[in-house]
C-alpha cells in the first residue's frame, strides 16, 4: 500500500493544475514543439511530396514512404528533408504557446459536468486561437518542402524570402491561403485528439489504480498521446490531403482563385478514393510520435514548473 504522505487527491490535484499560473501552459508547449518537431520532420516533408503527387504541376510518379525516403536522402541529403524547417522554427513558438495557452485556459473555463463534449470543445477553442499563426507557418513550409518537385512554379531560397515573394505577388492574404481548409482539418483533429486524450488518460490512470491522471507514468502520457494522435489523423486524412495541395498549387500560375472544392473534385477526377489517402503512413508516422513526444515533455515541464 502506497504511503499518504507525499501524495495528492485527485481533486488535489486539479485543484493545483487550476491555480498554476497559465504562462506554464504556453511556456512548455514551446519547448516540447520544437523538440518534437525537430525529430518528426523528416516524415512530414514526406507526407507533404506525397500528397500532391498527380497534379498537372508536379512531374512525379507515385512512390511509396519507403521509396521516398529513399529518393529524398539519395538526391537531397539530409537538408531535402529539412526544407522549410526554418519557417517552422520561427513561427512554431508563437503558434504553439497560443495553442497550449487556449488549452490551458479552455479547460478552466469549461464546467467540469461537460464530460466528453467539454474536451471536445476544448479542441475547437484551442484550434481557433493557434491556427492564425499555424495557416501561414504550414503555407511556407509545404511550398518549400515539395518546390523541388514544381516545375518552376515558385523557388524559394529560404523562409523569409518565401514570406516576401508571397507578399510581394499576392499581399497578406496569400499567407492565409486555405485557413478554412486548414481548420477543416485540424478543428475536428483537435476535438478529436483532445477528447480521446483526456479520456485515454482517466481510463489508463484507473486501470493502473493511480489517484488521478496527474500521476500517470511517462510511457502512459506517450501511450495516450500517440494512441490519440493516429485516431484523429485516419479520421481527418482526406481533408488534409485536400489542405496540402490547396496551399501548394495556390502558389502557381491561376492558383490564387483556388478552392478547395475545385482541389477535391480534381483529385476524386484523377485518382479516385485512393487519392485522398495519399500519404497516410508518412502522416501517421509524423503526428503519433510528435504527439507522443510534444505531450510528454509538455506534461512534465508544465509538472516542473508547478514545483518551482
Avoid at 134 to 159: C, H, L, W
Wanted: aromatic share 10%.
Amino acid at each position: 500500500m502506497k504511503d499518504a504522505e507525499g501524495l495528492e487527491s485527485s481533486r488535489e490535484i486539479l485543484v493545483r493544475a487550476r491555480q498554476a499560473p497559465l504562462w506554464h501552459g504556453p511556456a512548455a508547449g514551446a519547448v516540447s514543439s520544437v523538440a518534437s518537431r525537430v525529430l518528426t520532420y523528416p516524415a512530414d516533408t514526406i507526407k507533404a511530396q506525397q500528397q500532391v503527387q498527380g497534379v498537372s504541376a508536379i512531374h512525379s510518379h507515385s512512390r511509396s514512404t519507403l521509396a521516398a525516403f529513399q529518393q529524398v536522402a539519395k538526391s537531397e541529403g539530409l537538408f531535402g528533408f529539412y526544407r522549410g524547417f526554418g519557417a517552422v522554427l520561427s513561427g512554431v513558438v508563437p503558434a504553439t504557446a497560443l495553442y497550449f495557452g487556449g488549452y490551458e485556459s479552455g479547460k478552466r473555463l469549461m464546467p467540469a459536468d461537460y464530460g466528453i463534449l467539454g474536451d471536445m470543445l476544448v479542441g475547437c477553442y484551442t484550434q481557433a486561437i493557434a491556427g492564425i499563426v499555424f495557416t501561414p507557418v504550414d503555407i511556407i513550409k509545404e511550398r518549400m518542402q515539395v518546390q523541388g518537385m514544381m516545375q518552376a512554379a515558385y523557388s524559394y531560397r529560404n523562409a523569409f524570402h518565401a514570406v516576401a515573394s508571397i507578399v510581394q505577388q499576392q499581399g497578406l492574404p496569400g499567407l492565409m491561403k486555405g485557413y478554412w481548409a486548414t481548420n477543416s482539418v485540424w478543428f475536428p483533429w483537435n476535438m478529436i485528439y483532445i477528447a480521446s486524450y483526456e479520456k485515454s488518460k482517466t481510463m489508463l490512470a484507473h486501470n493502473l489504480q493511480l489517484e488521478g491522471p496527474g500521476e500517470m507514468p511517462g510511457w502512459g502520457i506517450g501511450a495516450c498521446s500517440a494512441g490519440s494522435a493516429a485516431l484523429a489523423a485516419w479520421c481527418t486524412h482526406p481533408a488534409d490531403v485536400v489542405k496540402t495541395r490547396l496551399q501548394v498549387l495556390s502558389g502557381g500560375s491561376g492558383g490564387q482563385h483556388l478552392r478547395a472544392l475545385d482541389v477535391a473534385k480534381s483529385l476524386w477526377v484523377s485518382q479516385g478514393v485512393r487519392g485522398f489517402g495519399q500519404g497516410l503512413l508518412a502522416r501517421t508516422l509524423t503526428i503519433a510520435p510528435g504527439a507522443a513526444i510534444q505531450w510528454y515533455i509538455y506534461e512534465n515541464v508544465k509538472a516542473h514548473l508547478a514545483r518551482l
